[in-house]
C-alpha cells in the first residue's frame, strides 16, 4: 500500500495531511526518514510518525443494495456518489469493486483493500456476476433456447473485436430472465439484449461470486469473514 494511504488508514488524517508531514520528514519506515508519498509499504514494515508508531486500522468490507440514481464513484457527478450512504468514518476513502449503471439497481461490494478488489473486478479472474433482467420483447418458449445457446457461445457486442465469454442465460418468464457472466464490459448486459434484438428495461444484480445480495435497498452491512475469504 502506499505510505500516504497507510498513514492515513492509521491516523485520522486526511491524504493531504499525510503527505505534509512526509514532506518535512516527520515519517519513517524501518527507522529510515521517507519523503515519497507513493513509496510501498507492508503491514509488517514499521512506520512512525515523529517517533509514534502506527499500525494500519484494518481493511474494510461492505455490501450495499445500491438504488437508481446513485453511482459507483467516489465523486458526485449527475447523481450523487452512493457513497454517502455509507455513514462510517472515511467512507470516501472506499472504492467500489465493480460498478453499476446510474439506472441499475443491486449488489455492489464496497472496500478499502485493493488486492481484494482487484480479485472481483480483473478480467483475468473471470468472477461470476448475476442480473436480474427485465426486457421489453418477449422471449418465446419457441426462441428460448436457441437464445440460450446464443448467450452460451458468446455475442458480438457493437465495437468489439472479441465474443463475449459464455454466459448463462436463465428464463424465469417471458419478460424476465437470470443472467450470470464472468466478465465486466462497459454496459455488458445492456449490450448483450441490444445484440439479440432486445432491451434492458430493468437491471438488478443479486450475487458476485458466493455472496449474494441480503439487505433491503439503500442499506448496507460488513461481509463475514467467510464472504471476504471467498475472494481471497
Ligand atoms: N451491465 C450493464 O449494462 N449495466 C450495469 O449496470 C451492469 C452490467
Redesign the pocket.
Known sequence: MRLDKFICKSTELTRSEAKKLLKMGDVRVNGEIIKNAAAQVHENNSVTVNGESLTARSSRYIMMHKPVDTICSNVDEVYPSLLHYIEIDKAFDLHIAG???AD?TGLVLITDDGRWSHNIISPKKHCA?V?RVNLRNEITTEKSAELIERFKCGLQLQGESQLTLPAVLEILTEKQVLLTITE?KY?????MFAAVGNK?VG?H?QQIGDINLDVELGEWRYLSDDEVNSFL
Open positions: 460498478r453499476l449503471d441499475t456476476k442480473y465486466g454496459h455488458q448486459v445492456k449490450r434492458v437491471l444484480r
